[in-house]
């Protein structure tokens, strides 16, 4: 498969018959490595994710609208933890209501700063294992 992208020609990291397994692109994931490789970080300073990988020149941002799927995931995690901390808080704290809003408001606002590189991680590793990274192959220079 080729992809013409807004950046050159796009093509899919590694042959159509690379098996993609769920668990090494997860741990990929869990550790901010790219999930085509595993060589590089996805990450190029705090809150700026690559471009490519500087590796394998997987595309991490190949076109407009693709960080939706980074945004959903932060949003559906966060979600998912602050109901997960309340129906645990729930039987501990049933008296203190007030407590409870304040500790699943700081929850909502620090999460999801916090979970951001994870989130873009873990929608380029379902990225991955749905349709291969395209590979940028206009260049051979890594790519930092
Ligand atoms: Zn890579």
Redesign the pocket.
């Known amino acids: 498969m080729v992809c013409y992208g807004a950046l050159g020609v796009h093509l899919p990291?590694g042959s159509s018959k690379e098996k993609r397994a769920i668990r090494p692109i997860l741990l990929r994931s869990l550790k901010l490595?790219?999930?085509?490789?595993?060589?590089?970080s996805i990450v190029q300073r705090p809150f700026k994710i690559k471009d490519r990988?500087?590796?394998?020149?997987?595309v991490f941002k190949r076109e407009e609208g693709f960080f939706v799927g980074a945004i959903l995931a932060n949003v559906v995690t966060t979600e998912l933890v602050i109901l997960l901390i309340y129906l645990v808080s729930l039987p501990i704290f049933n008296t203190y209501d007030q407590l409870i809003l304040a500790i699943l408001f700081v929850v909502a606002i620090v999460f999801p700063v916090a979970f951001y590189h994870h989130s873009w991680s873990f929608w380029l590793g379902f990225d991955h294992l749905v349709e291969s990274l395209p590979r940028d192959s206009k260049s051979n220079d890594r790519w930092s």
């Open positions: 990291v490595l790219c999930p085509a490789c595993g060589q590089s990988c500087s590796s394998c020149r997987a």
